[in-house]
């Protein structure tokens, strides 16, 4: 079992920067590919960002590439999603992820085993 504890955000106009971070125990986090997703009211869960054990590599969704930055600190076990030039569209609640070793893709909810809690992040205009 892994648990995953997510902070840092909150209400930020647009423009603003957020950073958010997710604590993980449970497991040696150097062994856990993590994620970030994020829901909106009313639609599904979608991907973020993903990095691998080391993090030397990284992925990201289309719509945040060059303003989102996850990173992360195996000597904390804590994975981070800094975010800047944050705009109304990314007013969601934000959760981060443990992917499962089995599966070979990034990108859907399926391919990963543990969640947080999710942590709100509001975009005024």
């Known amino acids: 079992q892994v648990q995953l504890v997510e902070s840092g955000g909150g209400l930020v106009q647009a423009g603003g920067s957020l950073r958010l971070s997710c604590v993980a125990s449970?497991?040696?986090?150097?062994?856990?590919?993590m994620g970030w997703f994020r829901q909106a009211p009313g639609k599904e869960r979608d991907f973020v960002a993903a990095?691998?054990?080391?993090?030397?590599?990284?992925w990201y969704t289309n719509a945040v590439k060059g303003r989102f930055t996850i990173s992360r600190d195996n000597a904390k076990n804590t994975v981070y999603l800094q975010m800047n030039s944050l705009k109304p569209e990314d007013t969601a609640v934000y959760y981060c992820?443990?992917?499962?070793?089995?599966?070979?893709?990034?990108?859907?909810?399926?391919?990963?085993?543990?969640w947080g809690q999710g942590t709100q992040v509001t975009v005024s205009s």
């Open positions: 992820a443990v992917r499962s070793p089995k599966s070979g893709s990034y990108y859907y909810t399926g391919a990963y085993d543990y």
């Open positions: 449970g497991r040696t986090f150097s062994d856990l590919n």
């Open positions: 990095i691998n054990k080391s993090g030397t590599n990284t």
